[in-house]
């Protein structure tokens, strides 16, 4: 019943979505994966990317100030509203593209 409450909850309305997930996980292969994490992931790759999470009271002033200079920096007031805005990850409508 969970699952198919988040799909309600979040109007993607795809039943079989654990079936197709596993249906596309079947296709990455150990190959795949090691080369995604040589590119993406790995300490020494050029393409490597870092995020940095801060979370701060809303009272606090601060740290607001001490990035507002950052074109990087996004501000989340509305956590619901920010992951209603997220693409369905990792299968979209109206069908999964591999």
């Not at 969970?2 to 079947?26: I, M, N, V």
């Amino acid at each position: 019943m969970s699952r198919h409450f988040t799909e309600l909850e979040t109007g993607t309305k795809q039943w079989d979505r654990a079936d197709r997930e596993a249906t596309a996980l079947l296709q990455v292969d150990k190959a795949k994966l090691v080369a995604f994490y040589q590119r993406y992931l790995a300490p020494n790759s050029p393409e490597r990317r870092a995020l940095a999470v801060h979370v701060t009271s809303p009272s606090s002033s601060s740290a607001v100030a001490t990035a507002a200079d950052s074109k990087l920096t996004a501000y989340i007031k509305d956590v619901a509203d920010f992951k209603k805005a997220l693409p369905n990850i990792p299968l979209r409508d109206p069908e999964i593209t591999l």
